[in-house]
Nanobody, 124 residues
Framework: EVQLVESGGGLVQAGGSLRLSCAAS????????IGWFRQAPGKEREGISC????????YYADSVKGRFTISSDNAKNTVYLQMNSLNAEDTAVYYC?????????????????WGQGTQVTVSS
């Protein structure tokens, strides 16, 4: 059974950092594209980052570029999102998702599996 479980969210002051984890089971993260999304209250879901070992690609939305870093640990079958220089606009529920199409990349991912989300709240 495919499962994605996010963790690492919480309350942090503006300027602080958090590292989110996306623990996967039922598949190997190294073989597919894994993305991070967020959704703030009253706003649309926003795709903010992606990583794929199929072609070595990563993607960052302009809103997080230079502040967030995505990485994967194949031994732990986990994808991480290191978030630095957080501000109030980063407050949202963060989700990870997986595109389990063979050879999936960050170019045009089709995410079919989603985690339950983890809340990140940044106080100003």
């Amino acid at each position: 059974e495919v499962q994605l479980v996010e963790s690492g969210g919480g309350l942090v002051q503006a300027g602080g950092s958090l590292r989110l984890s996306c623990a996967a089971s039922g598949f190997t993260v190294d073989d597919y594209a894994i993305g991070w999304f967020r959704q703030a209250p009253g706003k649309e879901r926003e795709g903010i980052s992606c990583i794929s070992s199929s072609d070595g690609s990563t993607y960052y939305a302009d809103s997080v570029k230079g502040r967030f870093t995505i990485s994967s640990d194949n031994a732990k079958n986990t994808v991480y999102l290191q978030m630095n220089s957080l501000n109030a606009e980063d407050t949202a529920v963060y989700y990870c998702a997986a595109d389990l199409t063979f050879g999936s990349t960050c170019r045009l991912p089709e995410y079919a599996y989603w985690g339950q989300g983890t809340q990140v709240t940044v106080s100003s």
